[in-house]
């Protein structure tokens, strides 16, 4: 297994010589290495077993890291930078030349850059001379960590160190925003929701179809998916069709006195249910149940990406 520690020399040292470590960031733990190393970008895909057309995020401690890596930057990319970084979102930018390697932006003419909110992760990159790739720390398709364990129990061996940083405070990956002809599309919904970004840019489109193609991460059919099957619907109609000894019930905010069940937030709050969603999908994992059944949130905040979260880990089964 992975040693696990707060040692930024440690890590940035392990990076340098071309490793991967495990870094914390304040939407989930990111698996690190030099992004512009293209041998540490395919450890990267080897230890997460990850196919090459799913392109990498590249963590920056700032927007003007980026000005190295690509032809301009939009306005209101530049905008929502000075807004949001460091935070949970991701802006996806014309890369420049190869300097960054076409591994990472799995062949496209474009990179998404992100700039975390977490001071371990900051430290870090502003110790470094290079940028970071750092998608989830976690097999392909699997459930996103957001504790050190959690990295440690699926990828240990395959990483020497786990930066860290305790319990991820926002616990859903972060929000995608790409540009068409300079205005901003969202590509993957995230920790920031639509709502705070249109109160900046005005009314944007949302891409919320899957494809086998992605130009950014989280848009496949299938991910995020824990162990054991997903069901999506109404839960007072999907219980009366399972055993309920056989279930296990993933709900809001609404209490079904059943042994093995989740509650993502007894008082209803969209930001304390995203803290908890990849942390009680996983919790299911362990339980003596054949299937996990879950519903829906209010469509609007944090609760939209919690949406698009559940529907593509029930991809398989729905």
């Given at each position: 297994m992975a040693e696990i520690g707060t040692?930024?020399?440690?890590?940035?040292?392990?990076?340098?010589?071309?490793?991967?470590?495990?870094?914390?960031?304040?939407t989930v733990y990111g698996l690190a290495g030099n992004a512009l190393n293209i041998d540490a970008v395919a450890k990267i895909?080897?230890?997460?077993?990850?196919?090459?057309?799913?392109?990498?995020?590249?963590?920056?401690?700032?927007?003007?890291?980026a000005k190295n890596y690509v032809h301009e930057i939009p306005k209101k990319?530049?905008?929502?930078?000075?807004?949001?970084?460091?935070?949970?979102?991701?802006?996806?930018?014309d890369k420049k030349d190869d300097i960054i390697p076409a591994l990472v932006t799995s062949g496209l003419n474009t990179v998404g850059f992100r700039?975390?909110?977490h001071p371990l992760a900051r430290k870090l990159l502003t110790a470094l001379p290079f940028p970071l790739a750092a998608p989830s720390a976690n097999p392909f398709g699997y459930v996103s960590?957001?504790?050190?364990?959690?990295?440690?129990?699926?990828?240990?061996?395959?990483?020497?160190?786990?930066?860290?940083?305790?319990?991820?405070?926002?616990?859903?990956?972060?929000?995608?925003?790409?540009?068409?002809?300079?205005?901003?599309?969202?590509?993957?919904?995230?920790?920031?929701?639509?709502?705070r970004i249109?109160?900046?840019?005005?009314?944007?489109?949302?891409?919320?179809?899957?494809?086998?193609?992605?130009?950014?991460?989280?848009?496949?059919?299938?991910?995020?998916?824990?162990?054991?099957?997903?069901?999506?619907?109404?839960l007072e109609e999907l219980l009366q069709h399972y055993p309920a000894h056989e279930v296990g019930i993933l709900s809001f905010s609404h209490d079904y006195n059943s042994k093995y069940q989740r509650i993502l937030s007894p008082g209803g709050n969209p930001e304390e249910a995203a803290r908890n969603l990849f942390q009680f999908l996983r919790d299911f994992d362990k339980m003596p149940v054949s299937?996990?059944?879950?519903?829906?949130?209010?469509?609007?905040?944090?609760?939209?990406?919690?949406?698009?979260?559940?529907?593509?880990?029930?991809?398989?089964d729905n």
């Open positions: 040692d930024i020399k440690k890590a940035a040292a392990l990076l340098t010589q071309g490793e991967l470590v495990a870094i914390p960031t304040e895909f080897s230890a997460k077993n990850r196919p090459q057309f799913d392109p990498l995020i590249v963590h920056i401690p700032s927007l003007s890291f990319a530049e905008r929502l930078a000075q807004l949001f970084w460091p935070g949970p979102l991701t802006l996806v930018l700039s975390p909110d960590p957001t504790t050190p364990e959690h990295v440690n129990e699926q990828l240990g061996n395959n990483i020497s160190y786990i930066l860290d940083g305790g319990t991820c405070s926002i616990g859903i990956e972060s929000t995608i925003i790409g540009f068409e002809e300079g205005e901003p599309v969202v590509l993957r919904l995230g920790g920031l929701s639509v709502e249109e109160a900046v840019t005005g009314k944007i489109k949302v891409f919320e179809h899957s494809t086998s193609n992605p130009v950014a991460p989280g848009q496949l059919k299938s991910h995020y998916a824990p162990g054991k099957p997903l069901k999506l619907g109404k299937i996990i059944l879950a519903e829906l949130l209010p469509d609007a905040g944090l609760g939209r990406a919690i949406n698009d979260r559940l529907k593509r880990a029930a991809a398989v």
